[in-house]
């Protein structure tokens, strides 16, 4: 069984940077695409950026060029890092690892944006 583990959430003030960090235990290689994806109080659930083991990046329009996901290879961990925070950033926030035909999701960490 896979576990994926996030961490890195908590208060921020607006304007601040945000780091997570998503740590499985398998192998990173062992995944050819990595996710985060966040949900807001009272909204769906949405993507926030992707990553392949190509190391090839995507990012949704509301955090595009503010926002970079990465693989720590060494630490079997994908990093999200998101400066210029805003108050509607404020979500739980979900790693999302896919290997072959299965989808793996970490338990999610609160991240809130306030002065």
């Known amino acids: 069984q896979v576990q994926l583990v996030e961490s890195g959430g908590g208060l921020v003030q607006p304007g601040g940077t945000l780091r997570l960090s998503c740590t499985t235990s398998?192998?990173?290689?062992?995944?050819?695409?990595m996710a985060w994806y966040r949900q807001a109080p009272g909204k769906q659930r949405e993507l926030v950026a992707t990553?392949?083991?190509?190391?090839?990046?995507t990012y949704e329009d509301f955090v595009r060029g503010r926002c970079t996901i990465s693989r720590d290879v060494a630490a079997n961990a994908v990093v999200l890092q998101i400066d210029s925070l805003k108050p509607e950033d404020t979500a739980v926030y979900y790693c999302?690892?896919?290997?072959?035909?299965?989808?793996?999701w970490g338990q999610g960490t609160q991240v809130t944006v306030s002065s």
């Open positions: 999302n690892f896919h290997s072959g035909a299965d989808e793996y």
């Open positions: 398998r192998s990173i290689f062992d995944f050819y695409a």
């Open positions: 990553i392949t083991d190509n190391n090839d990046a």
